[in-house]
């Protein structure tokens, strides 16, 4: 639990390995087993000392879980991990896409706003790719349509 007045970060590494095999409810020598194959990589001290992270805590759980649990292997633990990594950021990366297209979008509506200039002056929206209408086609209105590049 995280003192009131100090911000929450669920990357900030700062349990040692006895509390974080504590929290996790498993040996620290899991941990460090887990972290020779790469299933969860702490971070570390100048020293060399392993510090995890609320994160990390919650991987360790999910591994003790699918292991014991859903009898997955370690190796299939990890590929399950990996996947799971791929799908967030992928998901994350639609969430950019997307925010990209809606853009485009409102600029490609707003840039279709086009607009002439009738007999006395008096200026009217067209269509972008259409002509004014007659009584403005008779009067010689000028349009000006420049599409953004």
């Given at each position: 639990?995280?003192?009131r007045g ?15 095999a ?7 020598q ?14 570390r ?28 292997s370690?190796?299939?633990i990890?590929?399950?991990l ?10 994350e990366?639609v969430?950019v ?11 490609r509506?707003?840039a ?10 008096d ?27």
């Amino acid at each position: 639990m995280t003192p009131r007045g100090f911000p929450h970060d669920d990357d900030a590494a700062v349990f040692v390995i006895s509390v974080a095999a504590q929290l996790a409810g498993m040996h620290a020598q899991t941990l460090r087993q887990y972290d020779r194959l790469g299933l969860v990589s702490p971070s570390r001290t100048r020293g060399g000392g392993r510090r995890y992270s609320a994160r990390d805590i919650a991987r360790l759980r999910t591994v003790q879980r699918l292991s014991q649990e859903d009898g997955i292997s370690l190796a299939g633990i990890q590929r399950i991990l990996e996947l799971e990594h791929e799908v967030s950021r992928l998901e994350e990366r639609v969430e950019v896409l997307t925010a990209e297209l809606e853009r485009a979008r409102l600029e490609r509506s707003a840039a279709a706003r086009v607009f002439a200039a009738g007999r006395a002056g008096d200026v009217v929206a067209v269509r972008a790719g259409e002509r004014p209408s007659r009584t403005l086609s008779d009067s010689r209105a000028l349009v000006v349509w420049r599409p953004r590049a």
